[in-house]
Every structure is written in C-alpha cells, then in structure tokens.
C-alpha cells in the first residue's frame, strides 16, 4: 500500500456495459483503499456504454470522503481514459462539447475530480484483472434488474452527431 501525505492511495476501478449501444446499461466500481474494499453500481433502462464508463468513474470519486485524495483509477475505457489522458477533454470544453456527447457527465466529472489528485491508467477488459471483472459483473447485474430508472442525462438525438 503506497501512502501519500500521511493518506494511502485510494485504487478505482471501474467498468460500463450496455446491453445494445443504446440499451439498458449499467456502471460498476470497486473502491480500494488499503484493507478497506467498496463496491458499488447502478443501471439505467436506456443508455450507452460510453456513459456507463464515464459514470462509474464519477461514483467512485463521489464516494471518497477525503479532499485532495491521491486516487489512481483504472478502466478499460479507452473512451474515458484517452479524453483525461490525451487531452480530448480540454480542447472539447474550449469548443463547449460541440458535436460532443455525454456533455452532462463531462461537467461532472471535471467537478467532481477536482477535488482530488486523479491519475488514470487504461487496462485490458476481460483479461482476468480480478477488479476489473468485478466491476463488469456489477454493472451487467445492475442492468439486469427490473423497473430501471431513466438515464436522465441521455440524449437520443446525441447519436446522430459526429
């Protein structure tokens, strides 16, 4: 366990699915921070994988108490991972997400991570990454449900720029 500034490093991993791009969908997290391990997740009735992906990178960080955490957080989207990473996001803010989905969860996300010190780090889904599996187990079940709430946040006309 790495310590940072008398604090450990808290570990985030996370997954989206969707059954169908749109379709029902659901995110998954897995929180660990020295001995202590969180699972959370959530679905949607209609949704996309994209927004699943970036979803459960914002419950994760949402669910850290601490400010200025040192969070390390690993998905395997590269999606979410390449717009922190290779700086898609800040050239999508300065043209305020024109053509650009999922602008609501974007805005969120640069709230929320704001708060903490957040590094990200892609991984190989379904390779066998032990929380990785996890995450995508949690976000299929999570969709699996009945009477799933409405991915407010989702546009249907969104689909149709690029």
């Known amino acids: 366990m790495r310590i940072l500034e008398g604090r450990p490093v808290i570990y985030l991993y996370t997954d989206g699915a969707s059954s169908g791009n749109p379709g029902p969908g659901g995110w998954g997290a897995v929180l660990v921070c020295g001995p202590l391990r969180k699972e959370m997740s959530g679905g949607f009735a209609l949704t996309t994988n994209n927004r699943m992906e970036l979803l459960a990178v914002i419950k994760g960080l949402e669910a850290i108490k601490w400010k200025n955490a040192r969070v390390e957080v690993f998905s395997d989207s590269s999606y979410v991972v390449k717009a922190v990473t290779e700086g898609w996001l800040p050239k999508w803010l300065a043209t305020d997400f024109k053509k650009k989905k999922n602008k609501d969860l974007w805005l969120r996300f640069l709230e929320v991570s704001g708060r ?14 032990p929380e990785n599996e996890c995450c995508d187990r949690l976000a299929v079940e999570a969709y699996g449900g009945k009477d799933l709430p409405e991915d407010e946040g989702y546009d249907p006309q969104e689909e149709t720029l690029f």
């Open 116 to 129: 903490h010190q957040v590094a990200f780090h892609w991984l190989k889904g379904h390779a066998g990454h």
